[in-house]
């Protein structure tokens, strides 16, 4: 089991920058594929990026291609999201996610695929 902190959100403007992070316990984080996740009022979680247990394999949602960035560093049990050219409709909750999952699956970025789920940190992006 991993416990998931996130930080970093908050208030910027359109065309700013922010950087998440997403801090996790346990020995095996290095064996979780993890993931950013957001949800805006009224609509759907979606996945933002995702990152493979190896760093070598990367998911992103069409939205945010070119503009943001998902890495790990395993040694520090931690994830990150830089996120820049911010827009207001990226603007919800964002959520970091993980899951035991040592062995490729299709469409494996999906949210009912995540186990452990962090609290989330709000990001405001203002016009």
């Known amino acids: 089991q991993v416990q998931l902190v996130e930080s970093g959100g908050g208030l910027v403007q359109a065309g700013g920058s922010l950087r998440l992070s997403c801090a996790g316990s346990?020995?095996?984080?290095?064996?979780?594929?993890m993931g950013w996740f957001r949800q805006a009022p009224g609509k759907e979680r979606e996945c933002v990026a995702a990152?493979?247990?190896?760093?070598?394999?990367?998911y992103y949602t069409d939205s945010v291609k070119g503009r943001f960035t998902i890495s790990r560093d395993n040694a520090k049990n931690m994830v990150y999201l830089q996120m820049n050219s911010l827009k207001p409709e990226d603007t919800a909750v964002y959520y970091c996610?993980?899951?035991?999952?040592?062995?490729?699956?299709?469409?494996?970025?999906?949210?009912?695929?995540?186990?452990?789920w962090g609290q989330g940190t709000q990001v405001t992006v203002s016009s």
């Open positions: 346990g020995s095996t984080f290095s064996s979780y594929d």
């Open positions: 990152i493979r247990w190896s760093g070598k394999i990367t």
């Open positions: 996610a993980g899951v035991y999952r040592p062995v490729y699956e299709l469409n494996w970025y999906r949210v009912s695929s995540f186990e452990y």
